[in-house]
């Protein structure tokens, strides 16, 4: 057991004019864990990824990356500390192939110098990590496919693939399965699922779709009006009344 959690908030809170938005949130999630982050609109589900990525500085509290406090530290700093996120919305070149896309993820990855005749091999480095990644996101036979053509549910996959590309250990999925079709989402489930079973990665997933977290993830968090509601294993999540209750109206 490791001696501190993959990722880790403390007493965190955001405020903004007069508006308490996140109050008092504190949990971990262990190293290799899938904690699914549920709860109605409005709860602060995105509030709390922009704090986690950096987006957004809180004005209460602690984040914590193995144990290291990264509060203060910028997106870019925390994404080079092991931190890798996806959007709601999709974030791709869509002019771009499917490999163009991913290959930009792993060169951003390999940085270093930008001298004539370190490019080409890193150009080569970058080109041979976003096959892999593609392959592991079950896109093989897709490289060459302009990314503005796919389905979302293969948008989504060659997005996971970009944050693989930069070698995170930790990542956040922002609604993986908005936009998706019906038809895609148990592929992008198994997908997700062999982030954490076959690489070992911490994932933290906001999701909408209450069967597709409740079936993949190891414990869910509720949030309700910005606090979070209750932690635990999905079965025991659904069973609490107070969890019951906020979603009273909503279908879970
Ligand atoms: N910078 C801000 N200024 C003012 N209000 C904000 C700010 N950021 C978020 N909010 C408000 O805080 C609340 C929580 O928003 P947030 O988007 O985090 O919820 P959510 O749980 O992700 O909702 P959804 O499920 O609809 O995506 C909302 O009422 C939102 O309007």
Excluded at 86 to 114: D, H, I, K, M, Y
Excluded at 163 to 188: F, I, K, Q, R, W
Excluded at 246 to 252: D, M, Q, R, S, T
Aim: aromatic fraction near 2%.
């Amino acid at each position: 057991m490791a001696a501190h959690p993959a990722l880790a908030v403390e007493g965190l809170g955001f405020a903004v004019g007069g508006a308490s938005i996140l109050a008092d949130v504190e949990f971990g999630v262990a190293r290799g864990e899938m904690l699914g982050v549920i709860g109605p609109n409005g709860a602060g589900k995105t509030t709390l990824f922009n704090v986690l990525s950096g987006l957004v500085r809180p004005t209460a509290g602690r984040v914590l990356l193995d144990g290291q406090d990264v509060t203060h530290l910028a997106v870019h700093r925390r994404a080079r500390a092991g931190l890798g996120r996806t959007f709601q919305t999709s974030s791709l070149f869509e002019g771009l192939s499917v490999l163009e896309n991913v290959r930009l993820a792993a060169q951003a990855r390999l940085g270093g110098s930008l001298s004539v005749l370190a490019f080409p091999r890193r150009h080569d480095a970058a080109t041979r990590t976003a096959r892999e990644r593609l392959a592991e996101v079950g896109l093989a036979g897709k490289e060459d496919h302009r990314s503005g053509d796919l389905s979302h549910g293969d948008k989504r996959k060659v997005e996971i693939a970009m944050m693989l590309a930069t070698d995170p250990s930790v990542v956040l999925l922002d609604e993986p399965m908005a936009g998706v079709g019906s038809g895609d989402v148990g592929a992008l489930s198994e997908v997700i699922r062999g982030l954490h079973r076959d690489r070992g990665t911490t994932v933290l997933m906001v999701e909408h779709h209450m069967d597709v977290v409740l079936g993949l993830v190891d414990r869910v968090a509720v949030m309700h009006h910005g606090r979070l509601l209750a932690v635990g294993t999905p079965e025991a999540v659904m069973a609490d009344s107070t969890v019951q209750a906020a979603y009273l109206g909503e279908p879970v």
